[in-house]
Every structure is written in C-alpha cells, then in structure tokens.
C-alpha cells in the first residue's frame, strides 16, 4: 500500500501519489488553499470571487457603491493588481462606463499606483476608434487611483470570428484593423505588451465588425518617445503579459528591453490562432518555468504544417467554421501566408517585422491574391447554407451540381481523347474552378430574388 | 450532503465556523451521533486501513480490523473512547489514531477478535518462539507508519473533495464537462485545451478558462470543508492546514 510513485511535482518538487487522479499534486492544493484563506472564500457573484493577495487589503467596490460620480453596478474582472467594474455615470444620463480601481496592498502600493498612473497618462494620449476611449481619471476615497474608460461589449476575436465564420479572408482583414489600431498606438509610442484575444473585443458598427483594444493595464511607453517626463520605469520589466502569447523577449530571452517588436510577436500569436484554430506553441500543463523556456526555444510549425497534423474531424469542424472545404484551407495557407505568421514569431525580434504597419501590408496583398479563394468560400457558405426561401431550391442545387460534374467529366473525356491515353489528368488548380463557382453563385442568387 | 446553487457554490457552513460540523456536533454534544460517526468513519476508512497495514497485517486482516473497530466504536459511542484518548487536540485525524491502535492493543491483550500473530504479513511470522507464538507484536506507530497514515488522510480529504466537485457538476448536468475540465484543474499534460473543450461543449475558450477557474475556486471551498469536518475550532483548521502541507514537504523532498 506504500506509495512508490516516483513522479516529482514539476511545481514544487513533492513526489505524486501515484493513486491521485488527474497527477493532483497534494501539497500543492492544500498551498492553494491555505493562500486563498481560511474563510475568506465565501460564495459571491461571479468574477468577485477571483482573488490574490494583493486584494487582502484593497476595497472592494459592490453594487450601489458610489466612488465620486460613479455608481457602481457589478464587477466585470479582477485582476493582480486591479479591479474593472461596470458603473454608470451619475452627471451624464447615467451613461455605462467601464470604471478600473487599482488594489494597493501593503507590499504594491508605490510601485502599482505609478504604473496605473503612467497607463492612464498613456492612454489619454490614444484617440483611435479602434482603442477603448479613457474618459476621466479620479482617486476614491482611500486614495487608489482609477479611470473610467467607454464601456466595450462584444466578443474576443477569437470567438468572434469563430461565432460569425469569418472566412479567412475576413479574418484577414479584421486582423488588419487591429494592426492599424496597434500602429496607432506604436506611434505614439506605447506598446500594449498583453495583446491576445481577450483584449481584441468585436463589435458590429454599421454591419461591420470593428476591433476595440482593451487593457492596457502593462503598457508602457517606448523610452525614446517624447515628452521624457512621461516615460516610465516599470519595476516589473520582464514576465509580465500571457505565456500563450508572451514574445520571447517578454520571456527572458536576451535579457533585451521590450519594444514595439514584443507585439509584432504577439499579434502573430493572434493571427496564427485566428486562422488555425490553435496556438504556435503548446504551454497547456507546463510549469511557469516551463512556459517561458518553451516561449523562448520552440520553434512553432508552420500554419500549413500545424494544419497537416489535425485529425480528420478536427480539420472538418475548423474548416466548417471558415466557411471552405478542408482542401481548399490546405491551399489558401500558401507559401505566403506562411512566411507572414512566422516572421512575426522570429524567436529573434530582428527577424520580425519593424513594425505593424508593414505586417499589415503584406497581410493585405496576400489579401489582394486570395479573389479566388474567396469565391471559392462563398461556394461552400452558399452550400452549407441553403436558406429557406425556395422551396425547390434543394433540388436545383443537385440538379446544377450533376449538371456541372457531368460537363466536367465530359471535359476530362475530351481532354483525355486530345492528349492520348498516356497523358495524367491535370490537377485542378484554384483558378480552373472559378467559372462553376460562378454558375452556381449567379444561380442562387437568381432564384433568391424569387 | 451538501448543496450547489445555480453558480456551483456550496452553501452549507457559510460563516465558516465549526458548530455545525460532523465531528463538532460529536464533541460538543458529548453524546454520540451514531449518523455523524459512521460517515466519518466511512470516509475515512483508507487511512486506517493504511494505518493497520503499517503495524504488519495483511491488507485483508486489515480490512477487517478496521470494520471491527468502526463497529465497536459506533456501538459504544465515541465517549466511551475518549475517555481514553489524549492529547488529541479536538481533531479528528489524532482522535481515530490513537483510538484505532487502542483498539488494536485492548483486543490482543484481551484475544478476543485479534488473536497474537493472526493476520500478520509474512515478514512478521518469523518471529515466533518455540510454541509458535508470535514473539513480536504488531508492530508499534513508528513515526514513519505515522507519516503514512497522515499522508493517507490527507489525499483522503482531496478524494472526498473531488467527489463533492463531481457530484455538483453532475447533478447540475455537467457531468462531461468536469471529466473534460478535471485534468486541466491542476495542470494536467494530457488534457485537452480550452479552446478544444471549448469546441467539444460550444464554449468559448474565454468562458471555458471561467470554467476552470470556477471548478478550482469551488474545490478550495470543498477542501476547506472537507478539513473544518476533522477539526473544531478555526485554529486547529489553520493547524490542521499548515500540518498536512509540511508532510509533504518532508518527505518528499
């Protein structure tokens, strides 16, 4: 009955028991317990529960709550070292507002209220229709800092795109918005150093979906950008951001300072997820030391590469929700494309794009190249998605596609009967199904009109 | 036993205070509470078997010891016993220690169930003397057999605990969902990533992290209480916390 598992805890160096289920660390769960308290974990409404020591000693706001002229209506996240709530604003129609408290401990307050008093100086100095707006500044009543800032609902980018089945192409060119908003930040010379898709909301204006960036609660302004006196020393230069997403600089290597380049990385993160479905690099169950080596050794697959490795059903399913067939997924990750992602994952940052907005450029001509790919998208969507407005149309759907496989085994014919017998059937390419594709979207749209 | 709320959060014992606990009730009462006693003996049973194993009998004898002892304890009531016991400092895990080999010396000398060498592994049976008595006794709590016991408790507590996590999970119809979630909890190399539950539930990856973070936050809370069952007062729970932790630090390391 005596344990002789050998395995360590790769977190704290305990030995596992062999029988727990799920390779549960023991001393590590019960560290965990007595951190978050003995009795301070209480029931309480979702995302107040989140905790850390920080917030041993910080205020926590609760509905009704007024700090200055905001009401506080709930708590939207909680972070380390900052609360975000919903309020409304009392003097102007009660308008929502997304209201971010700083938590000062005993051990932060110095060095966390001058970092959220540089993010809000920095933020005043974005005005892009891409970058969540800061409204105002103030202190609460016990002297923590905070700001109010537009109130942003939508979706991660992530799912947004997955919720709506962008095509890739429109993927592509939601990606190019959030580099032109990252640009604009560049250029006034603040990096975001957290981008990942919990901070890239969508919302749909006038029917087209728009990226808000949000949290820019590490940012920190480039040293040679002007005035000097707004510059800031971050205590905490290096770690800080999301391992998924983290550049290897961010992670240790070099010992470099962080630049504008960190986000080129981490936008290529973003753009390789938003197109394969996955991340460049598997972090899930690493320890934190780990992750960063991995961050900075690995070298992530190709798209086209990462795509090849995914099971039959797995390729279906990320193709269904792109709106194309899998085999047209295979060729729109042309060799372009490939090399677009990958130069933005350099693990060396010279490597990488200067800067956002030749990442962007090349993303767009790519774009420029891809008409055929997008035809062949609206085949598929129009396909999958027949509609209930005729109710023959079904019918006419098969009727045209035998039509159009009957025509192009006759052409194979002929073509055989031209070439001789010896001669290998050529390979469809993209171009050669443009004209079908195009019957049948004329056709529909024909008998939608009806 | 206990009940989950629309957010899975468990709302037995809110105040965090111990006069409603199993064994509070069991204590504080002086009186024994047959309902309370057999489900803490059920629960924890391992340890003690563990802990017989430890003194040289068979897994099976020991099994059976510890059935014994559960039955004489819940029929003469917990008084009876801790009349006997001490120090035990109000905790569970000590209280059924020391009763348990109590137990286990007080049938030898008196050869009623445990007769002198019966049971004993093979490693024991060596030591008889010339009429084949057993020359050594069960062995005696040796603080690593100790160790073991407390070891034993302590994955006891997180078994029990995970069980009350599936079950809330379960009962609220999301019993795929904590298979899928488990594995991820506390870091798990072969568990799928959120966006791939994501997809297996029609999640998103974000509400998917929320998941998670929302099954560790409630197994913390089930752990807790899990623990406050064992012990009675706020401070022996502290002590009781920081013990179990620096078992495994000990050890192991």
């Known amino acids: 009955m005596s344990d002789l598992n050998t395995e360590k805890c790769p977190r704290c160096g305990a030995t596992l028991p062999s029988d727990m289920p799920g390779r549960l660390c023991v001393k590590c769960v019960f560290v965990d317990v007595q951190e978050f308290g003995g009795n301070d974990l209480k029931r309480g409404e979702h995302g107040d529960s989140k905790r850390s020591k920080p917030s041993d000693d910080a205020v926590i706001y609760k509905k009704g709550d007024k700090i200055d002229h905001f009401r506080i209506v709930k708590t939207i996240d909680e972070g380390g070292s900052s609360v975000v709530y919903l ?29 959220f008093e540089a993010e809000i100086k920095a933020l005043t100095r974005l005005d892009h229709t891409s970058i969540a707006k800061v409204y105002e500044p103030g202190t609460t009543k016990d002297a923590c800092p905070y700001f109010t800032m537009e109130l942003v609902r939508g979706y991660n980018i992530t799912d947004f795109a997955d919720n709506q089945r962008l095509t890739l192409p429109q993927r592509l060119d939601l990606f190019i918005k959030v580099c032109k908003a990252i ?18 909301l969508v919302v749909e204006e006038d029917e087209e979906p728009l990226p808000k960036i949000i949290d820019f609660n590490i940012a920190k302004t480039m040293p040679s950008r002007p005035p000097s006196d ?11 951001g999301t391992p998924e997403y983290m550049s290897p600089e961010q992670a240790g290597l070099g010992n470099l300072e962080i630049d504008s380049r960190t986000d080129i990385y981490s936008l290529g993160v973003v753009l390789y997820e938003i197109l394969t479905g996955h991340l460049p690099i598997w972090l899930n169950g690493l320890s934190k030391g780990q992750q960063y080596k991995a961050i900075r050794e690995d070298k992530p697959p190709y798209p086209s590469a990462r795509l090849k490795l995914l099971g039959e059903n797995e390729l279906l399913n990320l193709a269904h929700l792109r709106r194309i067939v899998p085999s047209g997924l295979r060729q729109f990750f042309n060799c372009e494309l490939d090399r677009i992602v990958m130069k933005c994952l350099e693990k060396n940052r010279d490597s990488r794009y200067e800067t956002v907005d030749s990442l962007a450029a090349d993303i ?74 195009a019957i049948i979207i004329t056709t529909l749209n024909t008998l939608d009109r009806k | ?110 050869g009623n169930a445990i007769k002198r060498g019966e049971g004993i592994s093979a490693d024991s049976l060596e030591e008889v003397d010339s009429e084949g008595m057993l020359v050594r006794e069960p062995k005696v ?68 992290k929320k998941e998670a973070q929302r099954m560790r936050e409630k197994f913390r809370v089930l752990i807790q209480e899990e623990l406050k069952q064992t012990v009675s007062s706020e401070d022996d729970f502290k002590e009781e916390l920081a013990y179990l932790i620096s078992l495994f630090g000990q050890s192991t390391n």
């Not at chain 2, 297996?200 to 998917?208: L, M, P, T, W, Y």
Request: net charge positive; hydrophobic share 35%; proline share 4%.
């Open chain 1, 87 to 115: 309020a409304e604003q009392l003097d102007l129609n009660n308008r929502q507002v997304a209201l971010k408290v700083i938590k000062l401990g005993k051990d932060n307050s110095k060095c966390v209220k001058d970092l």
């Open chain 1, 183 to 200: 640009k604009h930040a560049h250029l006034k010379g603040i990096i975001h150093r957290d981008i990942k898709p919990a901070n890239i």
């Open chain 1, 230 to 240: 707004e510059n800031v020393i971050v205590a905490q230069e290096r770690y800080i």
């Open chain 1, 364 to 437: 767009q001509y790519v774009l420029g190249s891809q008409n055929v790919g997008a035809v062949a998208d609206a085949m598929v969507n129009t396909v999958i998605d027949p509609g209930p407005k005729n109710p023959n149309r079904n019918a006419m759907i098969a009727f045209l596609l035998l039509s159009i496989v009957a025509l192009v085994c006759i052409g194979i014919g002929l073509s055989f009967s031209s070439s001789g017998s010896n001669s290998k059937p050529e390979v469809l390419k993209t171009n050669d199904i443009s004209t079908p594709d």
């Open chain 2, 1 to 110: 036993m206990k009940s989950w709320d629309n957010d899975g959060a468990n709302q037995s014992d809110p105040s965090g205070r111990f006069n409603k606990t199993q064994w509070s009730v069991v204590l504080r009462a002086k009186n024994d509470s047959f309902t309370a006693l057999d489900t803490l003996f059920t629960r924890y049973r391992k340890p003690m078997i563990i802990h017989v194993h430890g003194k040289g009998f068979t897994p099976d004898r020991a099994e059976d010891i510890v059935q014994g002892f559960c039955e004489r304890l819940i029929k003469r009531g917990a008084k009876h016993f801790l009349v006997n016991v001490a120090p035990w400092k109000g905790k569970f895990r000590t209280f059924l220690l020391t009763s348990l080999d109590n137990y286990i010396r007080d049938e030898i000398a008196s």
């Open chain 2, 141 to 208: 709590s040796t603080p690593s057999a100790d160790l073991e016991y407390d070891r034993a408790w302590a994955q006891t507590i997180l078994h029990n605990s995970l069980q009350q996590l599936k079950k809330g999970y379960s009962e609220n119809g999301k019993a795929g969902l904590y298979s899928s979630l488990e594995p991820v909890m506390y870091g798990d190399s072969s568990s799928l990533s959120y966006s791939e539950i994501g997809k297996r539930f029609g999640k998103s990856e974000d509400a998917v």
